[in-house]
């Protein structure tokens, strides 16, 4: 399983629900990533997205507790449901989407982590973890930087060397 997000300097995901910045090449990047693939989120992020509708071209799977089933995506009720759910998939094919608390429940079953690094402070209310201070994950490729509406930034990859099975996932 993969995670994918952009984060500012402190490692600041987004606030009042919604992203830091308004960032062209990064959903381009996203896009292209995870197109054809499936996406794991909570609750909070498939409220997010425009309209609460799910991503076009993916396969939404939604940690949602008592949340309505849809015919748009799957919601499932708990960790063991999403364990259940997620094993019908390739891992190399799942990617984790958010939110904050949802990336924390998750990084550590991670074997890759796409992260898109923005070089200005966003003055965030969540965070990703950050990987720099995280002993099993290493930086393993940084992207010249770019600039987009205004903002450098820069594509990295973070490899974890010490993944757990999601069987473990609690």
Known sequence: MKTIVAVDKCWGIGKNNDLLF?????????RQTTSGKVVVMGSNTLKSFPG???LKNRTNIVLYPGG??????????????????????PSDDTYVVGGAYFYKTMIDY???????????DGEATVFFPNLDDKPNWTCVEVSEPIETNGLIIRFC???NCDVKP?????
Do not use: Q, W
């Open 68 to 89: 309505d089933k849809r015919d748009d995506c799957t919601i499932v009720d708990s960790i063991e449901e999403l364990k259940d759910t997620l094993s019908l998939y």
């Open 157 to 159: 990859t973070y490899k």
């Open 110 to 120: 991670c074997d890759t982590a796409h992260i898109t690094k923005v070089d200005a």
């Open 22 to 30: 308004s960032l062209p090449e990064d959903m381009k990047f996203f």
């Open 166 to 170: 999601l069987s473990e996932l609690k």
């Open 52 to 54: 609460g509708n799910p």
